[in-house]
């Protein structure tokens, strides 16, 4: 009753943890699309229309572009003519100021030069002076006009017909009587004389324009209601792309409302429900194992999550093309890290999701999907850096490819061909050639080991595994005999054969801080024959231990750890554990003394290695290599470990086993096979 509960409560724990994956991921995918009042369809100009015949269902004026409307303002804005307000007191302050600074006369000059200057300052400012920056502006066009306001009238004036600050001063000194007279003028510093009387009425001025800019027609014509618009497969011209536009802007202030926006936000969160449930349910039928692990549900759902926030915000930002992003990336490290079908599934449920927030889905869709598969097919075991080159190049091919398909299939002229796009496609495998950094980064992050890092530690010139050569020569062979054994019967079933070569190489090497005291490095003499029998299980368990230590030191993989720690999993070191009870038979024995840290192998490729490093081993005390004698041994281990429940926690089958058995049996008769006895020659 009590099992039956905590099953039960199992289930619902997991449901409960499924669930929430799901909301989670649904809700930052949603919160990010998207969502544009009034956008009813995705087009562009000098494409075919995708959707069905379109027939104007009320009138609606046909609005002029952007840029035809900013070409009407610009003419009119030549049109304009500001507004400045002329201010007599700046005339009589600085004319003032001038005479009482020179009421003596100007050294060097007869006194009535005062008096001309004076009156030669009364004409300027009667023409008036604008601020040099305004005036620079509106003088880049001779034909400019102001209006100056004097009371209540306001006369048009050229603007060249005005002083800048600058300009009045130069005009002093083209006057004939001051004119010979600059060189002793120039030291009264008549410039501090000049001050703009022009002041520019900003707020009438804005008013005027904003009048006339009113003027101008938004519109350049009308749909009536039942008049057709565009049908299936007709190429968007100028004039239609802006019938189009304005038959959305008219939808939009017709429909636009709260209730339309929640509409859109509810349609988009059921779609992207449907979707992230159906992948969830994928896994939960067909990949139970990737609940188990943390790592893999964080990768699938992080990508799934990426890259349409991406596309999303590329979309609604109008940044670039979404061609760019490099969607492929997503498959190429579940193929790497978990199988092909799952990445073929997650990469179709990551772009159908993106499709949503670009322009054409359905050629978006069959671009990707076809990258993706593209990607998956060419990395079925990545192995060497020059398979992402290769992968690159092939989804940009394919990619090219598939386009070029579809535009030859919707054009009718083929000069009509738009060439842009490939320049995406370009910088697209640009960016996959990054793969490689980005796994490691992921290997990192999620703790995956890939088929690269394990080709790369499984190499015996690394420091770890040549010191293992060195020290415990005996072992390195042991491990390498394991490793081919385990590696083939991982190709029969279907397991991973380079990850259980690579954990062989290194599952030993505890044995490095002890190495005579296990046999294949001995030389004639036990150091056990010392010991005790405590003492020998105590060394000869501690090699996993250590083992442990080593691989922390040397920074080794999670997942060659594990190998570590399973190859004799819970199991008892039953040579010395026998040995103790036949020499204590009146004594209770405390098994723990004698049993391996654990845990049990929990993964086929663990299984595989303990049952290949057990007859491996134990091959070696065979007093006679027969067929019979290998058999029986492989066996009675075999099945000794699967009667001791060592196999209980992995996947494996007793299918899976009886391969192994068959496997090991033939490598083990191939190795220690008898050579036939050459005749001697006689006399």
Same mark, same amino acid.
């Given at each position: 009753?009590?099992?039956?509960?905590?099953?039960?409560?199992?289930?619902?724990?997991?449901?409960?943890?499924?669930?929430?994956?799901?909301?989670?991921?649904?809700?930052?995918?949603?919160?990010?699309?998207?969502?544009?009042?009034?956008?009813?369809?995705?087009?562009?100009? $000098?494409?075919?229309?995708?959707?069905?015949?379109?027939?104007?269902?009320?009138?609606?004026?046909?609005?002029?572009?952007?840029?035809?409307?900013?070409?009407?303002?610009?003419?009119?804005?030549?049109?304009?003519?500001? %507004?400045?307000?002329?201010?007599?007191?700046?005339?009589?302050?600085?004319?003032?100021?001038?005479?009482? /600074?020179?009421?003596?006369?100007?050294?060097?000059?007869?006194?009535?030069?005062?008096?001309?200057?004076?009156?030669?300052?009364?004409?300027?400012?009667?023409?008036?002076? +604008?601020?040099?920056?305004?005036?620079?502006?509106?003088?880049?066009?001779?034909?400019?006009? @102001?209006?100056?306001?004097?009371?209540?009238? /306001?006369?048009?004036?050229?603007?060249?017909?005005?002083?800048?600050?600058?300009?009045?001063?130069?005009?002093?000194?083209?006057?004939?009587?001051?004119?010979?007279?600059?060189?002793?003028?120039?030291?009264?510093?008549?410039?501090?004389?000049?001050?703009?009387?022009?002041?520019?009425?900003?707020?009438?001025?804005?008013?005027?324009?904003?009048?006339?800019?009113?003027?101008?027609?938004?519109?350049? $014509?009308?749909?009536?209601?039942?008049?057709?618009?565009?049908?299936?497969?007709?190429? @968007?011209?100028?004039?239609?792309?802006?019938?189009?536009?304005?038959?959305?802007?008219?939808?939009?202030?017709?429909?636009?409302?709260?209730?339309?926006?929640?509409?859109?936000?509810?349609?988009?969160? *059921?779609?992207?429900?449907?979707?992230?449930?159906?992948?969830?349910?994928?896994?939960?039928?067909?990949?139970?194992?990737?609940?188990?692990?943390?790592?893999? +549900?964080?990768?699938?759902?992080?990508?799934?999550?990426?890259?349409?926030?991406?596309?999303? !915000?590329?979309?609604?930002?109008?940044?670039?093309?979404?061609?760019?992003?490099?969607?492929?990336?997503?498959?190429?490290?579940?193929?790497?890290?978990?199988?092909?079908?799952?990445?073929?599934?997650?990469?179709?449920?990551?772009?159908?999701?993106?499709?949503?927030?670009?322009?054409?889905?359905?050629?978006?869709? +069959?671009?990707?999907?076809?990258?993706?598969?593209?990607?998956?097919?060419?990395?079925?075991?990545?192995?060497?850096?020059?398979?992402?080159?290769?992968?690159?190049?092939?989804?940009?091919?394919?990619?090219?490819?598939?386009?070029?398909?579809?535009?030859? @299939?919707?054009?009718?002229?083929?000069?009509?061909?738009?060439?842009?796009?490939?320049?995406?496609?370009?910088?697209?495998?640009?960016?996959?050639?990054?793969?490689?950094?980005?796994?490691?980064?992921?290997?990192?992050?999620?703790?995956?080991?890939?088929?690269?890092?394990?080709?790369?530690?499984?190499?015996?010139?690394?420091? !770890?595994?040549?010191?293992?050569?060195?020290?415990?020569?005996?072992?390195?062979?042991?491990?390498?005999?394991?490793?081919?054994?385990? /590696?083939?019967?991982?190709?029969?079933?279907?397991?991973?054969?380079?990850?259980?070569?690579? $954990?062989?190489?290194?599952?030993?090497?505890?044995?490095?801080?002890?190495?005579?005291?296990?046999?294949?490095?001995?030389?004639?003499?036990?150091?056990?024959?010392?010991?005790?029998?405590?003492?020998?299980?105590?060394?000869?368990?501690?090699?996993?231990?250590?083992?442990?230590?080593?691989?922390?030191?040397?920074? !080794?993989?999670?997942? @060659?750890?594990?190998?570590?720690?399973?190859?004799?999993?819970?199991?008892?070191?039953?040579?010395?554990? *026998?040995? %103790?009870?036949?020499?204590?038979?009146?004594?209770?024995?405390?098994?723990?003394?004698?049993?391996?840290?654990?845990?049990?192998?929990?993964?086929?490729?663990?299984?595989?290695?303990?049952?290949?490093?057990?007859?491996?081993? /134990?091959?070696?005390? !065979?007093?006679?290599?027969?067929?019979?004698?290998?058999?029986?041994?492989?066996?009675?281990?075999?099945?000794?470990?699967?009667?001791?429940?060592?196999?209980?926690?992995?996947?494996?089958?007793?299918?899976?086993?009886?391969?192994?058995?068959?496997?090991?049996?033939?490598?083990?008769?191939?190795?220690?096979?008898?050579?036939?006895?050459?005749?001697?020659?006689?006399?």
């Amino acid at each position: 009753m009590i099992r039956f509960r905590n099953i039960e409560n199992h289930y619902w724990r997991n449901m409960a943890t499924r669930t929430a994956l799901v909301i989670v991921t649904v809700v930052l995918i949603v919160l990010f699309l998207p969502r544009t009042e009034g956008k009813l369809f995705h087009y562009d100009e $000098g494409k075919p229309w995708m959707y069905g015949q379109l027939i104007a269902k009320f009138d609606f004026p046909v609005f002029k572009t952007d840029d035809a409307l900013k070409a009407e303002r610009d003419s009119m804005m030549k049109q304009f003519q500001p %507004y400045f307000n002329i201010n007599p007191a700046v005339e009589q302050r600085e004319v003032a100021q001038f005479k009482a /600074a020179y009421k003596d006369g100007i050294p060097g000059l007869p006194l009535e030069y005062v008096g001309i200057i004076a009156n030669r300052l009364h004409e300027i400012y009667q023409v008036g002076i +604008i601020d040099p920056q305004q005036y620079s502006t509106l003088v880049k066009d001779s034909d400019n006009l @102001i209006r100056v306001v004097t009371g209540k009238q /306001a006369v048009s004036l050229p603007v060249n017909r005005t002083y800048s600050t600058l300009g009045a001063y130069e005009h002093l000194f083209m006057d004939p009587e001051l004119g010979p007279q600059r060189a002793v003028l120039q030291q009264c510093n008549l410039n501090e004389y000049i001050e703009a009387n022009l002041i520019y009425d900003k707020d009438r001025s804005e008013t005027e324009m904003n009048d006339m800019l009113s003027l101008i027609p938004q519109a350049s $014509g009308m749909v009536l209601e039942g008049q057709r618009i565009i049908d299936r497969g007709d190429i @968007i011209d100028s004039k239609t792309y802006r019938v189009l536009n304005s038959f959305e802007q008219a939808m939009e202030k017709r429909n636009a409302s709260e209730a339309e926006v929640t509409s859109t936000l509810i349609g988009q969160s *059921i779609y992207v429900l449907i979707l992230i449930g159906l992948f969830t349910l994928y896994l939960a039928l067909f990949r139970k194992d990737y609940f188990e692990k943390p790592r893999s +549900i964080s990768l699938l759902y992080t990508m799934i999550v990426l890259f349409p926030i991406l596309t999303s !915000l590329m979309m609604e930002h109008n940044i670039l093309s979404v061609y760019i992003l490099p969607f492929t990336m997503a498959p190429i490290f579940f193929r790497v890290f978990m199988d092909s079908r799952t990445a073929f599934i997650g990469h179709a449920t990551m772009i159908l999701i993106c499709a949503v927030a670009v322009k054409y889905q359905y050629e978006f869709i +069959i671009v990707q999907l076809v990258a993706g598969l593209v990607a998956i097919y060419s990395l079925r075991e990545l192995s060497k850096r020059s398979q992402i080159f290769l992968t690159a190049l092939l989804v940009t091919i394919g990619s090219a490819a598939v386009y070029l398909s579809l535009q030859l @299939i919707q054009a009718d002229d083929l000069s009509k061909l738009d060439h842009t796009m490939y320049y995406h496609f370009g910088v697209n495998g640009f960016f996959l050639l990054f793969n490689y950094t980005m796994m490691l980064v992921i290997e990192k992050t999620f703790g995956f080991v890939s088929t690269v890092t394990m080709f790369e530690l499984s190499n015996t010139n690394n420091e !770890l595994l040549r010191r293992l050569s060195e020290v415990a020569p005996g072992t390195f062979q042991h491990s390498i005999t394991v490793g081919n054994l385990a /590696a083939e019967i991982a190709n029969k079933i279907g397991a991973k054969s380079q990850l259980v070569r690579t $954990g062989a190489l290194y599952h030993d090497i505890g044995k490095m801080v002890n190495p005579v005291f296990f046999t294949e490095n001995q030389a004639g003499v036990n150091p056990h024959d010392k010991l005790t029998d405590l003492e020998s299980a105590r060394i000869i368990i501690s090699h996993v231990t250590e083992g442990l230590k080593l691989a922390e030191k040397y920074n !080794l993989p999670r997942a @060659i750890k594990d190998f570590i720690t399973t190859h004799h999993g819970a199991g008892l070191a039953k040579y010395f554990y *026998i040995h %103790y009870k036949n020499e204590h038979p009146d004594e209770q024995v405390d098994e723990e003394l004698f049993r391996y840290p654990g845990p049990n192998p929990f993964t086929r490729e663990q299984a595989i290695l303990m049952m290949s490093d057990t007859v491996e081993a /134990a091959s070696r005390s !065979l007093t006679e290599y027969t067929e019979e004698s290998i058999s029986d041994l492989v066996n009675r281990l075999i099945d000794g470990q699967v009667a001791q429940g060592n196999f209980t926690d992995c996947p494996i089958t007793f299918q899976d086993i009886s391969i192994a058995k068959n496997v090991i049996t033939e490598r083990l008769k191939a190795m220690y096979h008898t050579r036939i006895q050459y005749p001697e020659l006689k006399a």
